[in-house]
């Protein structure tokens, strides 16, 4: 298959369809490194996590379960090669667009417990887009510690054909004004970097300036979506520190570039049993979409 189509037809999405039901199960360890480490990198002044007390802060799951791929097994973009758990999507752009979290009320996930994962693949679909064919999959996650379930997440993984000369560009949509909360992120290189190490994630649109610039025609770095809805939760929980995740759904709007600091705001309801939460770039453009939903 080749790596650079604009149309996937039916033949193809019929067997890429045929990863849906697929299932893996990993196994890890809420260590406390990663948690000091991330605290660090979000410039927070946390104390240090202890075994068995410290909850995991919303999100911070995905510094866990990280796949380990040998360096041989890695594609040209930095991910792995395709056609484990994931379909082979022949289309060489790839976007975590968004997702859907619960959290079980009673069973907090806390360092030093011993965790599973199941996921599942739950669908593949297709759209024609503007600039080319766009293919969805949809993975849930299901993360138990001793107890029982304490997660279930929905991932949407978008894949995007590569862009070409006089392609459409999507209208921007303006942020919401107003907001209770915000806080200014200067998103350069190093905090790309550091986040990138802690998530083992070799995507190289997030460090490698020449490739997302000449490969993928990007004009600079791209922060990390799950990066974007960290720092989301991160203002909830500076401006509510005994605020307490049910759910959590976020939708990315409009990629984030390293070039200009951004901004993460947020309001919450009258009744203060929720919030919308969202991102900005420098122009004010609306990037990312969020709500939470607190117990």
Do not use: C
Request: charged share 20%; glycine share 8%; net charge negative.
């Amino acid at each position: 298959m080749t790596e650079d189509l604009r149309t996937v037809d039916a033949a193809l999405l019929a067997h890429l369809q045929t990863w849906q039901g697929r299932e893996e199960t990993w196994h890890d360890q809420l260590g406390a490194t990663p948690v000091s480490a991330l605290s660090a990198t979000l410039d927070r002044d946390d104390p240090a996590p202890v075994t068995g007390q410290t909850e995991l802060p919303p999100l911070w799951h995905w510094l866990y379960f990280l796949p380990q791929v040998r360096q041989s097994g890695l594609g040209p973009d930095g991910h792995a090669l395709r056609g484990g758990f994931l379909p082979p999507v022949p289309l060489p752009r790839r976007m975590w667009a968004g997702g859907r979290l619960r959290w079980e009320e009673g069973n907090p996930l806390s360092v030093g417990q011993a965790v599973r994962r199941t996921s599942r693949i739950e669908s593949v679909t297709h759209k024609a887009g503007r600039t080319g064919d766009l293919v969805f999959v949809l993975v849930k996650h299901e993360v138990h510690n001793d107890h029982g379930l304490a997660l279930t997440e929905e991932h949407d993984i978008v894949y995007r054909a590569a862009p070409q000369p006089g392609d459409p560009v999507p209208p921007p949509v303006a942020a919401e004004a107003g907001a209770a909360w915000q806080r200014e992120i200067v998103p350069d290189d190093v905090l790309l970097f550091r986040y990138s190490a802690l998530t083992f994630n070799g995507h190289r649109i997030h460090y490698d300036r020449r490739y997302v610039t000449q490969v993928e025609g990007y004009p600079g770095l791209i922060v990390h979506g799950p990066l974007i809805a960290t720092l989301l939760v991160d203002l909830l929980r500076r401006e509510q520190p005994q605020a307490r995740l049910k759910s959590f759904a976020f939708k990315a709007v409009r990629p984030t570039f390293d070039l200009h600091p951004f901004r993460v705001q947020g309001t919450p309801s009258a009744d203060g049993r929720s919030a919308r939460l969202w991102a900005s770039d420098h122009e004010g453009w609306l990037t990312m979409q969020a709500t939470a939903e607190l117990f």
